[in-house]
């Protein structure tokens, strides 16, 4: 008997899922993740992406972190298992044309 067939709605793959995460730089939190996946510190930022120079967010780090998270681990094609948590680079991007500027 196969337990997998389609009628059933099983599978015998159970694929990663994952989500594309974007943290502007501005906040504490993007600072705190481009330090440790990174290894980037606040004055090296600056001179990768720059300050806001009026508005809203006058002063303020440009840019964000761009990450991939698994939020349920399983396969991944062309990579394989992979664990829940984060998964590949980590990259910083325009915070509004989604550029990659420093991987």
Do not use: C
Not at 3 to 10: I, K, N, Q, T
Not at 58 to 85: P, S
Request: glycine content about 14%.
């Amino acid at each position: 008997m196969n337990y997998f067939s389609e009628s059933s709605g099983l599978r015998s793959t159970n694929y990663a899922q994952t989500s594309e995460v974007f943290v502007p730089l501005r906040a504490n939190i993007g600072r705190n993740l481009a330090g440790l996946y990174l290894g980037l510190d606040a004055d090296i930022l600056e001179g990768i992406v720059g300050r806001y120079s009026r508005g809203k967010y006058k002063g303020q780090l440009r840019g964000a972190i761009q990450y991939t998270k698994v939020i349920h681990g399983g396969w991944m094609r062309n990579v394989g298992i992979v664990a829940r948590g984060i998964f590949g680079a980590a990259q910083i991007v325009d915070a509004f044309t989604r550029k990659t500027i420093y991987t």
